[in-house]
């Protein structure tokens, strides 16, 4: 019924792009807040960004900011993740997650994740 499906990741080397996507189905993914997260192998997942579904507002760790940018196309019912200059650190499964909150309840959907390898 609802699906969230990532694409986007490679092997790419250090300093490298990629531009992550995030493509909804079943929901208007306009109306949700969106995350990207991350997991590396061994390790618990970690949040990286977030985009407002009214404000439109960003915010980023860390560790992505100044790196990485989240944004929206309503059109396409989707979400990007731009990733620059690319370290071995940031290889992981990356996943999107998209939210909304209402009077009855909150509502959310994970995608299954693409993964992105950053090696020499």
């Known amino acids: 019924q609802v699906q969230l499906v990532e694409s986007g990741g490679d092997l790419v080397q250090p300093g490298g792009s990629l531009t992550l996507s995030c493509v909804a189905s079943?929901?208007?993914?306009?109306?949700?807040?969106v995350e990207w997260h991350r997991r590396a192998p061994g390790k618990k997942r970690e949040f990286l960004a977030q985009?407002?579904?009214?404000?439109?507002?960003?915010f980023y760790v860390d560790s992505v900011k100044g790196r990485f940018t989240i944004s929206r196309d309503k059109a396409k019912n989707a979400v990007y993740l731009q990733m620059n200059n690319l370290q071995p650190e940031d290889t992981a499964v990356y996943y999107c997650y998209a939210v909304t909150v209402t009077v009855a309840g909150r509502m959310d959907y994970w995608g299954r994740g693409t993964l992105v390898n950053v090696s020499s």
């Open positions: 079943g929901i208007d993914l306009s109306r949700h807040d």
């Open positions: 985009i407002n579904d009214i404000e439109g507002s960003l």
